[in-house]
């Protein structure tokens, strides 16, 4: 048994410096893989801190994947520095002792990483895909590596013409491509009154004018676009059908057939922007296959496969593809062909399947376990959603909660960065189920947050 003593860094709750003296003792070498951590007790007595404290300690590093809880045997360094996430690992020491429900990410899997690497593997090991990786190619990709993403997009039940598809640096890059050939300065874009800040950013930069169109637990209010649309129609309308970021909300069939005649009838162009899909059933039809004439449907890799590859892709009605090709060329010229042929390899990739599979499992269990967790405050999430709406009982502020939580080591955003309009913001916090290391974590996090919000809120009166 090891017989170590940790000494703690400066700084932040007991609990988090022990934690995160088990990093850096594991990261020096002073703890090796597959050794035991001191008995909870023993530890609690050589620090001078309650046992509750090395608890916390022990499993705020199990969390962090540094360590492993055997049952009845006691808590364990892992076995492999591989199966540690990245970030938390050294020269990440800010957010180590968080639980991140913050940020819009896949649930980790080792296979991740090892997927990547077999694409890696089959690239060096291939001539003619160390060609394809290395050369310059045609803004939009080359003819093969459109024709794969646009198979696997297919299989995933989006367009697979490849004739129509621009290979993009991810979902960010084809909201600004989209903007870009759509749109002239002062022009007026309309989307969700809650809606993905990057688009709103995007937006911004183009000095384009903002319009906030209503909406509901079940998408886009059509009805109250109509209403707008009668004094001014806006150009361009961005909007997520498939899973609103952030309330989770997803558009019904209806109101789908409801927005393509009303883009219809005023000349509206639809930017769908589908990064956050995942092929669960009863998905709606997608807008760009209900109205292709006038829509632009972004996909990505980066809720799929990893945010870190940037590549994704753009279909858009034909008449766009030569703006488009000018455009990425303006920028970049193409999306990085190593990236791409990457992509294209690990897309193909059987692993690639059985991950998804997974993840599609993986949040759907996660998701249950928080609907259940936080039912008396009836949080909104539907089949297939990455995502938790919390409304906020009354007299509660998402800031004020955001804070106390983070206090206790659990990341949360507020709706505040997702407002298009100048409407004040619900009183709600967005929780993303995927970044928790594994439902143990996540589930201490639901705790939390359930605590928090069953505390008597301290008094904000502080002025006068
Ligand atoms: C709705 C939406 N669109 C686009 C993006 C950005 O995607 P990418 O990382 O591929 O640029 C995100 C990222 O979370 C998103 O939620």
Redesign the pocket.
Known sequence: MTIWTPELPEGGPRYRRIAEAIAQGIERGELAPGDKLPPQRQLADRLGVTIGTITRAYATAHHQGWVESRVGSGTYVRRSIEEIPTSFRAGQPLDRGMIDMG???PPPHPSRTQGLQRALEHITASPSALQAATEYQPEAGNETQRARIAAWQGSLGFPDDPSRLVIT???????QLALQVLSQPGDLVASDTL??P??ICAAQQAHLRLMAVPMDANGLDVDALARLCARQPPRVLYT?PD?N?PTGAQLDETRRKQLVALAREHDIWLIE?A??YLPVANRGTPLVTLAPERTLH?F????ILT?GL???SLTAPERLLERLGTAIRAQSWMAPPLMVETACHWMEDPGSRELLHWQIGELAARRELALERLAAYQPLSHEGSSILWLPLPAGRRSSELQILLARRGVKVSTPEPFCMGSEPAPQALRLCLGPPIDRESLAQALTIIDEVLAEVPASPWQTL
Do not use: A, C, E, P
């Not at 640096?169 to 909201?175: A, D, K, L, T, V």
């Open positions: 940020m819009s990410l640096q991810g979902g960010q890059h084809g909201i809606t993905y990057g688009f997520t899973l970021n922007d990064v956050q972004i990505s890799t980066s809720k945010g940037r590549v994704g």
